[in-house]
């Protein structure tokens, strides 16, 4: 494995760069079959259909794995709420693993160890802090003529207004982390939040 990954030099597009010998070798077949060899063809083939095959079978697992793990959270913590336990969260929170049946796939949004929970705790407090500086900005825009210092102040909202947005979805509570992305574009659109169990937020009715 070590010769197969050490790297050789070669010119690619004029300029030279270093890849490992096993990229060469599957390069050189390709380029063959391309040219018409058949033999070259016949292997590059069978190469890609057995490495797709060995990645189904692994997304396929892992994808079990993760729907196992969701599921036997989901009832645990739901017995727990039942019981009145207190206990700590599971690390990753069921709720954070978002499934994709149609392709198969998986990802977390939320911390993955519990070294990671100290880090989300910290920008959920940081975005706390941005989001009151940012509304005390908002006001006393309001309060200074238009010109320079006032250009001045509308950027530094709209940059923290993304900042606010980005960290959001990454870090901030789990019910925004986890949304889908369609629910955040409607909602963006109708400027009105929407809960899980299907209905408008309270807020939206005053």
Request: net charge negative; aromatic share 6%.
């Amino acid at each position: 494995m070590e010769e197969a990954y050490r790297t050789i030099p070669i010119i690619e597009k004029g300029r030279r760069v270093t890849i490992p010998i096993m990229t060469a070798v599957l390069r050189a077949v390709a380029m063959n079959a391309a040219k018409g060899n058949n033999r070259a063809a016949h292997l590059l083939t069978a190469l890609v259909g057995k490495t797709e095959a060995e990645n189904n079978k692994l997304a396929k697992e892992a994808f079990g794995s993760a729907i196992d793990y969701k599921q036997a959270w989901t009832k645990e913590l739901a017995r727990r709420n039942r019981l009145g336990l207190k206990l700590p969260d599971p690390v990753p929170h069921p709720d954070d693993i978002i499934l994709d049946a149609r392709n198969m796939a998986f990802k977390i949004k939320g911390p993955w160890t519990k070294d990671e929970v100290p880090r989300y705790q910290l920008v959920a407090e940081l975005l706390e802090v941005y989001e009151i500086i940012n509304a005390e900005n908002l006001e006393k825009l309001e309060s200074i003529p238009e010109g320079p210092e006032k250009d001045k102040l509308r950027q530094t909202i709209k940059d923290d207004q993304i900042l606010c947005s980005n960290l959001r979805e990454h870090y901030g509570p789990r019910s925004e982390r986890t949304k889908d992305p369609l629910i955040r574009e409607v909602e963006e659109w109708v400027g009105v939040p929407f809960n899980p169990d299907g209905a408008i937020d309270d807020a939206s009715n005053d």
